[in-house]
Structures are given as C-alpha cells and as structure tokens.
C-alpha cells in the first residue's frame, strides 16, 4: 500500500484514532495501510501505542488517507491529544469484547470538547465477541456511522475502506489560501538535512523556500515531504514533513508552530468561553491547556460576577446580533449596556498562559485539571485588556456575556466590530491576524461623506461595515465621534495644538489618525502642523480690534512690545492670530496689520531709489525698532531689494500698483 501512486489531483485527508488502550486502533491503522504506526521498539515490545503514529494508504475512490494513530493509556492523554487537536475527523475504535472503558469516554470528551464534529465509530476485535452489545453502548454516546471489523483477520476491511472514503468525502475543503498554523508534533535531524519537523497541514499551502515564523523567528523552508516523498509544495489537508534552514533541534519541538508571517497573534492572555464541563462549580484556577499539538499550563482567572442581570447570556447574543447581522458600526458602550449574568452555565475566563501560543479568535481548546471533566473552550479574544482598576473584571465580563452563552447552538463570536468595539482603535492588520478577516470591514479614511451621526446610526445598513480611520489604523464610530467632540474641545481651548500634543491628549496611537479625525471636523484645519479652528477666539479678535485702533494714525508704528500684552496681545495670542491672518509678526514684539508690508512698498517706491532704512524710517512715520525687520520682510518677500550695506531699491513688483484694494499707507 505504501508504493500506491495517488492518481493526479486527488485530495488528502488527515484523520485521528481514537479508543481506549488495546482496543486495536493500531492494528486497524496497520490492516488499512501496511504502514507500523508504532515507530518505537519499546511500544512494539510493550504492545502499546505511547507516541503517536503516522502511516498512509490510498482509499478505493483514489484519495490519500494519511492517520494519526494515538495512544489509548491514559497516561499519554498528552500525546493523544496532540494528534487529536488539528484533525477535522476521527476513526473512534471500540473493542467489540470490551465495550465502553474510561479512556474511551476521556477520548469522546475530548473530540466533544475540540468540536471535532465528523468521524467513523469502528467496532473491532469482532472475531472475539459479537460487536452487538458493544455497538448499542457506543450508539448511546457517539451518533457516528458504525462498522463491524476484525483488524486481525481482515475481516469486514473492505466495508471500512468504503465508510472511511465516505468520511472524507464530506469533510469540508481545506482553506488553502488560509494562513499556515502547522503544529508541530515531531522533530527529529536527519544527516546532512538538518532539522526535519513534521505536522498535520490543516489548512494553508507551503512551499520550498517560503519564509516561515518560528519562536518568533523567520525560518526558511529547505525541503518539504508528504507521506515520502519529496514535493516542491503542498496545500492544505496532507500530512508534512518540513526541512528547516538552520534551525536548532531545540527550537523545534512538539507543540510549537510554523507559523504564516504576520497571519497570528502568539499571546500569552486569551479570553475565553467554557463549554463542556463547565456547567456546574468553579472552573480550575489552574489547568493545562491543550490545542493543536501544544498543551501549556495556563491560570484560569474568572471575571467578577455581573450584578443586577439575569442569566441572560443568550438573550443577550440575539439582541446584539441583530445589530452586528445589519453590519452597523456599535456605539461605544454599547458592550457595556445590559447587566447579563455570565453565569447560569455560560462561562468566560480569562486564560493566562505559561508561555505564549499562536491563537485566533474561534479556536477551540480544551482545559484539562486532574479530578475534574474536560472542559472544551472557544476563544473569543486573544489581545484582551489588562484589568487594571475596580470594576475592570466585571465591565470585562459585561463585554463578553453575549458571547459567553454555553449552548453551542446560540452561541456567537465576536466579529471585527464587536473587537472594534471593545478595543475602540485597532489595526486591520491586527484584526486578521486575530482571525477576523478584513473582508467585511472598509475604512472610510476620514473622508466618509456622511456626517458622524449618520456614521453611528442604529439603523440597518446594508453597505459593508464602513468604519473610520487612517492608514492601518481603524477606530469604533462612537469612539471617532466621540474624539472628534473631544479634539474640538482642546482645539478651541488650546488653539494651534501641535498634531502631536492633540494625539497625546486624545491617547491615540498614530499621528495620522488625528490628521483624518481633522479632515472629518470642519472646519478644523491642520496647517504648519499644528491644529486651527474657525477664527480666533473673541479675546484675541478684541485684542486686534484695540491693535488696529492704536495703528490707525500710525500704520508703520508698531506698538512697544511692553505695549502688546497691554492691548490683550500675549505671545500666544499674536501667534493665533498671525496663523488666522489678522496680523502681521515681523519679528519678536514687532506687529503690524496684515497688508502694512504691501502698502509700505508703495510709499517707498516715491522715494527716489535707491533709499536709506533712515529715509524708509521717515517716509513711513516709524522708527528704527520697526523698519529694519520690516525692510527685511519686504526683501524677502522680494518687494525690496538690497544693493550693498546701505542702500535698496524697490523692484518692479514693489512699484506695480497692485490689486490687492489697499490705499497707499491704509492697510
Ligand atoms: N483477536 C483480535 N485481536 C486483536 C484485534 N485487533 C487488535 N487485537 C489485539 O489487541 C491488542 C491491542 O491491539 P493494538 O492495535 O495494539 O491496540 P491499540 O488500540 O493500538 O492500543 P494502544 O495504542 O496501546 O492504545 C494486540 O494484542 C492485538 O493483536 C482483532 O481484531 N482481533
Ligand atoms: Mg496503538
């Protein structure tokens, strides 16, 4: 079986075993394929499956069945998980002269608990007891399509093959173009290779030389194997044996990752929902973590219990639902808004793991704690807040009551707007990587046409979730209106912020996001890289208005600078008013009225040319203090033009009578 050329374009699957020890999972796996799944001389010695096992066949329809064969005894649950935690389906096998025993119901919960859905119930050993009594126990529990064989005897292999091609012919396609988990679940070097690792391809394609993410580290594909044989690429389902470049065998080990660069968020701290198991009592405080090949001691943390709600988990997640089906963007604390019990069977927990793994929103795991039942759990954040403060655990677990509910059947996931919600400003690509595709959710870059009240309405809208932002950057429509009212504020109380200090105030993370919530608040204006409003406020418009009283007689006599703070001219106000266009700042303490530069180059240009800054200084009525930098204005703005120390000229464009309506001397 193992020479069998799979005909072109046939699928592979990856299938598990299952059942307690001895019951002859291994034989089956060794009938079906030709293939000894007990690598290890002490598991061929002892008769007993430790580690998991790996062998192939061809089913009668062409597609490749590869298995992962597990160990039944109990003290290798480990291993047995790690094999179980990336299939989509299992081969359960139950020992027609045996029947039901403990690990056979451990493995049952724990393909309960990962929501391992597909599989095939496998009545073996039949040549040594009628299977009848074994099969009617084994239908009490597992609603699978069951076969009668004889792994020894080859007996009734024939009707299995067909039910396995029959399995795998409905397991849903693989997602190749997903990004790649692949947990590891063996390491070992070959000479002159390096590093091999192998794993249980679940969806995704690799291929020689692509670039991957191990430990946090960019590794190199060297070589790539399915079931032998060498291939350049693979897609999503196979069974992989991956050459690394230069990686330490150390570095390399069971239930660690190869992971898709920038597809994953590894974290430490997940938010999760309890499923199986946890209906009754306290979870653990302390369990060990089992998804994919990994399995991770974690800290179980509930939330505070939520006062003042019923046990509404459930009815919470339709009300809110209804929201998210029409793809409306949620008003910040809305989350916040219904008092729902997290209790009443519906868990969520906080998980803090001994070290960090690759997790997505939606990932099923299951908790194992010695003397109690498994417990299955669904992630349902894998950034979550830190709860710092009085309240924060209880507000945690208001957020995450309507996902929390425990039967499967209503229970939601939060999608991107509910963690938009939760987080009020994250990134796209942080929002895929959490498994939240982009797909669904369009940044509106600032430039949504419509007004912010129409951007939170409540009312359905059946576009794609169009939400504000900047760049990578996407921001919860209730919390951009609110930061809009906020910057608003701060501009009219600090007028001409600098964009940086606005960013800090409103503890946004990126600069550019305070430049779209500009662009999306007219009239507020970013120019010179501080932020402006409409007009200056009425104390610097008076202090002008007394400016211009005082410049009538004299428009060239600009006011001492001891003057200015008299006339309400503070250093700050000139500034907001020169950026608003009401005056003109010479230099330091020295203002004029806009336009005094242009008229002051007519009356030069009477003068005869060229002219001294002492007869510019009596022509225009002013003093020294004044006509140097205002001499200085005009040359840079080339209405002047200096021939040596001394003397200037006025030029052509000095001389032109210009249309900008002001008479000469009157700005
Ligand atoms: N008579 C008979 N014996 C069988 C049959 N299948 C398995 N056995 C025997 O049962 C014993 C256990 O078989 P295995 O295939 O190693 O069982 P297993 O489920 O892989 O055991 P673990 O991997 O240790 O959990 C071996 O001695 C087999 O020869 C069968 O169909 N008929
Ligand atoms: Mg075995």
């Not at 119901?105 to 119930?121: F, N």
């Not at 505070?304 to 929201?323: D, I, L």
């Not at 999306?520 to 409409?534: E, F, N, Q, Y």
Request: hydrophobic share 45%.
């Amino acid at each position: 079986m193992t020479g069998d050329r799979p005909p072109r374009g046939a699928g592979m699957y990856v299938i598990a075993t299952a059942g307690h020890v001895d019951h002859g999972k291994s034989t089956l796996v060794r009938a079906l394929t030709g293939i000894e799944p007990d690598r290890w001389a002490e598991e061929r010695r002892r008769g007993m499956t430790i580690d998991l096992g790996f062998a192939w066949t061809t089913l009668p329809s062409g597609r490749r069945l590869a298995f992962v064969d597990v160990p039944g005894h109990e003290r290798f649950v480990t291993n047995m998980l790690a094999g179980l935690g990336p299939v989509p389906a299992v081969m359960f096998v139950l020992a027609a002269d045996q029947g039901w025993q403990a690990q056979s119901q451990e493995h049952w919960e724990a393909i309960e608990a990962l929501g391992v859905e597909r599989g095939l119930l496998v009545v073996t050993r039949c040549d040594l007891m009628d299977p009848a009594l074994a099969v009617e126990e084994a239908r009490e529990r597992v609603a699978w399509p069951v076969v009668t064989v004889a792994g020894s005897t080859g007996e009734g292999l024939g009707e299995l093959r067909a039910a396995l091609d029959r399995l795998v012919a409905g397991l849903p396609v693989a997602d190749a173009r997903a990004p790649v988990r692949l947990w590891i679940d063996r390491a070992f070097t070959i000479r002159g290779a390096g590093t091999v690792v192998t794993g249980t391809l679940a969806a995704g394609r690799l291929r020689v030389g692509d670039v991957l993410v191990l430990d946090g580290e960019r590794v190199r594909v060297k070589g790539l194997q399915v079931t032998g044989e060498a291939v350049e690429s693979v897609r999503a389902a196979a069974r992989v044996a991956v050459n690394l470049r230069g990686v330490e065998l150390e570095r390399a080990s069971r239930g660690k990752a190869l992971l898709t660069p920038g597809g994953w968020v590894e974290t430490s701290v997940a938010d999760v929902r309890l499923e199986t198991g946890a209906g009754s009592g306290e979870p653990p405080r302390e369990a060990v973590l089992h998804i994919g090949s990994a399995s991770v001691p974690v800290r179980v943390r509930p939330f505070g219990p939520v006062h003042g709600g019923t046990a509404g988990g459930a009815g919470m997640g339709s009300a809110a639902g209804t929201a998210h089906a029409a793809g409306v963007p949620r008003a910040h604390g809305t989350a916040h808004a219904a008092g729902a019990a997290v209790g009443g069977g519906a868990r969520a927990v906080r998980l803090v793991l001994a070290r960090a793994l690759p997790l997505r929103v939606g990932d099923r795991a299951l908790l194992r704690c010695s003397g109690r039942p498994i417990t299955g759990v669904v992630v349902l954040d894998v950034l979550p807040p830190p709860l710092r403060g009085r309240g924060a655990g209880t507000r945690r677990a208001a957020e995450l009551a309507p996902f929390a509910a425990s039967d499967r059947a209503t229970a939601r996931m939060p999608d991107a707007a509910t963690v938009l919600g939760w987080r009020g400003t994250v990134r796209r690509s942080e929002l895929v990587a959490m498994g939240l595709g982009p797909l669904d959710v369009q940044v509106a870059m600032g430039h949504d046409p419509r007004p912010l009240d129409a951007q939170v309405a409540t009312g359905p809208d059946p576009r794609p979730l169009e939400v504000p932002g900047a760049g990578d950057w996407l921001v919860d429509a209730g919390r951009w209106k609110e930061l809009g009212e906020r910057l608003g504020a701060i501009v009219a109380e600090q007028p001409g912020i600098p964009v940086d200090a606005a960013r800090t105030a409103l503890g946004l993370p990126a600069r550019e996001l305070v430049e779209a919530l500009v662009r999306a608040c007219p009239p507020l204006r970013v120019s010179d890289g501080r932020i402006d409003g409409d007009g200056v406020p009425d104390a610097v418009a008076e202090a002008v208005g007394r400016l211009r009283e005082e410049l009538a007689r004299a428009p060239y006599l600009a006011p001492e600078a001891a003057r200015l703070p008299e006339l309400g001219l503070t250093r700050q106000a000139v500034a907001l008013a020169a950026r608003a266009g009401l005056v003109l700042r010479l230099a330091d303490g020295i203002v004029l009225l806009p336009g005094a530069d242009v008229a002051a180059a007519r009356v030069l240009a009477r003068l005869p040319q060229p002219f001294t800054a002492g007869d510019a200084r009596a022509a225009l009525g002013t003093n020294r203090r004044v006509v140097i930098p205002l001499l200085e204005h005009l040359d840079r703005l080339r209405l002047t033009r200096r021939l040596d120390e001394r003397l200037r000229v006025v030029t052509g464009e000095g001389r032109e009578p210009g249309g900008t309506g002001l008479e000469e001397g009157q700005p």
